[in-house]
């Protein structure tokens, strides 16, 4: 299940948009917050939400889906 929060900067709440539909609000308003929920989601579905709507990084993604409770930093220079 994917969930979406989307606050605006006036402290208006939307909940459970499309992910695009929340990418969109938060590029559109300037300090929003926006949390993404991807509980017991597909691994595929995830995967494509992280790649194609939120153009994460291939190796961010990867990490994402994975267990891995070793912080890093990664710089991908863009």
């Given at each position: 299940?994917?969930?979406?929060?989307?606050?605006?900067?006036?402290?208006d709440l939307n909940t459970d948009l499309a992910p695009h539909e929340a990418l969109?609000?938060?590029?559109s308003s300037p300090g929003a917050l926006l949390w993404v929920d991807l509980s017991?989601?597909?691994v595929a579905s995830a995967e494509q939400v992280l790649r194609d709507v939120f153009q994460f990084h291939p190796l961010a993604v990867h990490d994402a889906l994975r267990e891995s409770h070793v912080p890093k930093i990664d710089d991908w220079t863009d």
């Amino acid at each position: 299940m994917i969930r979406t929060l989307l606050r605006s900067p006036a402290g208006d709440l939307n909940t459970d948009l499309a992910p695009h539909e929340a990418l969109d609000g938060f590029r559109s308003s300037p300090g929003a917050l926006l949390w993404v929920d991807l509980s017991d989601e597909a691994v595929a579905s995830a995967e494509q939400v992280l790649r194609d709507v939120f153009q994460f990084h291939p190796l961010a993604v990867h990490d994402a889906l994975r267990e891995s409770h070793v912080p890093k930093i990664d710089d991908w220079t863009d």
